[in-house]
């Protein structure tokens, strides 16, 4: 779910950045490193009770980062 919100975010950047003004690309400097950390720890195997909520995914990943 996070992942999924994190390309959207992404994808308005973008698109604010092409449309409105180009002060808009700062943030990509922020979204894109939680979006490849997201989906870098996406792919590794979570404990059971840390895939139900995103509190759990979140504390799960900063204890491994």
């Known amino acids: 779910m996070l992942l999924v ?3 959207i975010v992404n ?3 973008m698109r ?9 690309y700062w943030v990509l400097c922020i ?3 939680l ?3 997201v989906t870098r720890n996406a792919r590794k195997k979570q404990p059971e ?3 139900r ?6 504390r799960w990943l900063l204890r491994i980062w």
């Open 5 to 7: 919100l994190l390309v």
């Open 11 to 13: 994808a308005l950047v």
């Open 16 to 24: 604010a950045g092409l449309t409105r003004s180009t002060g808009w």
């Open 31 to 33: 979204t894109l490193p």
């Open 35 to 37: 979006l490849l950390i």
């Open 49 to 51: 009770g840390v895939q």
């Open 53 to 58: 909520n995103v509190a759990g995914q979140l």
